[in-house]
């Protein structure tokens, strides 16, 4: 059963090749800013890379770590679980093979997605705000947008796109279980300050 707690304020990592030799020490630096859980998105690795960066991220943080898009690498590496898309392997293909424990979760960003979401653990709403570090992620749906998707959905909803410490209290009040960040921890000069702040305007 999926604790909740842990949506509370995912870092996502940043897929910026020219700063991936200290991901880690960013990713360490963001959990020590207070966030719950982390997701390794990483579009332009290799799955060898992706790989041998989750296993270093699970040895240096005591939170769990999700793999996007790729339930194999995930299980590859020891993670907790995945986050899959539209275009991923669907959640209930992945439950045949992934162990009782291995959190699921889906995108949300339309009515079209709404039969994989359904049989996920969680679901990932958005952009919310809008993303520019997602460029498949679509236009953005707003609150309103937010609050009517997971209204059709059982599972606890993170909200997700141009989250920032200004908009976080927001959809947090608008019914979100948590936020998911990319840009606002790991474009910040400070990752542990930039979560740190995220933390305590959604009181985590």
Avoid: W
């Amino acid at each position: 059963m999926l604790d909740p707690k842990i949506l509370r304020l995912v870092a996502i990592t940043d897929d910026a090749e020219d700063r991936r030799a200290t991901l880690t020490d960013r990713v360490e630096a963001a959990v020590r800013g207070g966030a719950t859980s982390v997701q390794v998105r990483l579009k332009a690795a290799t799955p060898r890379e992706v790989v041998e960066i989750t296993r270093s991220i699970i040895c240096r943080v005591s939170v769990p770590v999700i793999v996007n898009d790729r339930a194999d690498i995930a299980l590859a590496a020891g993670a907790a679980g995945v986050h899959v898309g539209e275009a991923d392997l669907p959640v209930a293909a992945i439950r045949r093979f992934a162990p009782a424990s291995f959190i699921i979760g889906a995108s949300l960003g339309s009515d079209a997605e709404l039969p994989n979401a359904k049989d996920a653990d969680y679901v990932g709403i958005g952009p919310v705000y809008g993303s520019d570090s997602k460029s498949d992620a679509g236009s953005a749906i707003g609150v309103a947008g937010f609050k009517r998707l997971a209204a059709l959905v059982e599972h606890p909803a993170l909200a997700v796109g141009g989250i920032t410490a200004d908009r976080a209290l927001q959809i947090t009040v608008a019914g979100a279980a948590g936020v998911a960040v990319i840009n606002a921890i790991f474009k910040a000069d400070d990752p542990e300050s930039a979560t740190r702040a995220i933390a305590a305007a959604i009181g985590k």
